[in-house]
Each structure stands twice: as structure tokens, then as C-alpha cells.
């Protein structure tokens, strides 16, 4: 009786249907169908070329389906610009990171507060209480308080990384997709950024594209398959490492590398 109670409240955050895309005639999505439910921490994986940047390409607005479509919340996303998306609630985190070098983690993380106030006013206007408060539990979370104004050109290649993850958070989405988090970064970085994408699952809904078997098996509950432009395959990390047709297209040849995809 609960199980039946849960799985109706449960709401969909993100559902893709029939979605095609073409580059001049070439299909790099088809007929895609794909969902997730609020809350959810999912992995899409897949080899290069399968789709999987024009995947979020097409949920940010950057590109548009040729058929098919996105819903956000039930509200379909065709035809809004790429900032009208954002403020929605779906944030992006590109593959290399963004940060300003030449400002500490502290005001980089300011400036994401305040995207609306500039850079002048949040440099050399005074932060209110509740800011200095979300931006040193931010500093918190993505384990930087000891770095915190130090200049961000010193941090290492994974400590930006999380910085990024952390400017992303403070513009308060409530989707977070991001793509290839851990490609170039040391076995200990890569630890480091699996747990804080895991503690950010606990308050947002996380779409997280990566290579990195590695990594995926450290924060896979559900996994999904992508493989020229379609979903070939959707379960545990169980499920698809013991997939014959995973092993074929994908890992088969991966597991002994992870050359990364852009
Ligand atoms: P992945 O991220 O899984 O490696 P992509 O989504 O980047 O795959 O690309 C899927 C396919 O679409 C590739 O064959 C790629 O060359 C092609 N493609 C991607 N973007 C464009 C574009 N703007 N114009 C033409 N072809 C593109
Ligand atoms: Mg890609």
C-alpha cells in the first residue's frame, strides 16, 4: 500500500520523448525516449559519438529536436532560450571548468549568488548575512573552506572542478546536469567529486554524463545506456556490466581505457 502511495507521488522532473535530432541529415539523437523522477541521481553512459553531449544539448535549449520533445516538469521546453531554461531550474556544468582565475573560490562563489547584481557590485559591494552564510556552507560542501581565498588559478584541476559543481549549486537549480565531471582528473579527485555529487543527490535531482567506469560504479543507482542516438540499455550497474549487448557496443572495448569524448 505505501509502495503504491510513493510510486504515485513520485513526479517525473525530466521526460524526453520521440526525440530526434539532425545535423544535416545526420542523426545524432533517434527517436529517443528517456525519464527520470525528481530526486534522482541517474548516469548516462555510452561510447563516443553516441548522442550523449547533444542530449544535453537539447535540455538546455542549446539545440533544438527535430522531432520529439523535453519536458521539465511536465512543461515542455521547446522553443525557450537557453537563459529562459536556466532560470527554470536546470543548470549546466560544462566539461572544463569556468571559474575565474583571478578571483578567490569565495568570490566565485559570490558572484554566482548574485547573478543578477554584476560583478562591480558583488566585488565591492558588502555581501548581506545570508549570503556570507549559503557561500561558507557552499565552501563547506564542495571542501574548500580552507582555500577559500586563496586565488582560484592555485587550486588543483579537481579542486575547480568542484568549484564549478559549487557555482552551479549556488545559482539554486534544481536539476544539475553535468557532463564528464571526472575526464583528466587523479583517482583521488575523481573519489572526491563521486562523493560530492552524492551528497548534493540528498537535495537535487543530478543527470551526470561520464566515461569512467570507475567513477560510474561509486555513484550508479540507475544507469542508461546511450548508443548511436538511442537508448540500447537501462538498470543497475549489475544489470548493464552483464548486458551482452553493452559489453558489444561499449564496454568491451572501454574497460581498459577511458579515453574521454568531449
Ligand atoms: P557524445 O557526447 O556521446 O560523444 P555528441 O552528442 O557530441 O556525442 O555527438 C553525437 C554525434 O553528432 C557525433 O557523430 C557528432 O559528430 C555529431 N554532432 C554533434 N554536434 C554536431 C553539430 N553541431 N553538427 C554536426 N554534427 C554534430
Ligand atoms: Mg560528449
Redesign the pocket.
Known sequence: MKETLTANIMTKILEIQNLTVS??G?K?LKHLNFSMNEGELRVVI??????????L?VITGK?QPTEGRALFKQKNLRSLAEHQIARMGIGRKFQTPRVYLNLTPRENLELSCNRTKGVFDTLFGKPSKGERKTVSGLLETIGLTTKADIQASLLSHGEKQRLEIGMLVAQSPTLLLVDEPVAGLTDEETYQVGELLIALAQTHSILV?EHDMEFVRQIARQVTV?HE?TVLFEGTMDEVQNDQRVIDVYLGQSTNSTEG??
Open positions: 545535423f544535416d545526420f545524432a555510452g561510447p563516443n559519438g553516441a548522442g550523449k553531449t547533444t542530449f544539448d539545440v554524463i546511450l542516438g569524448a568531449s
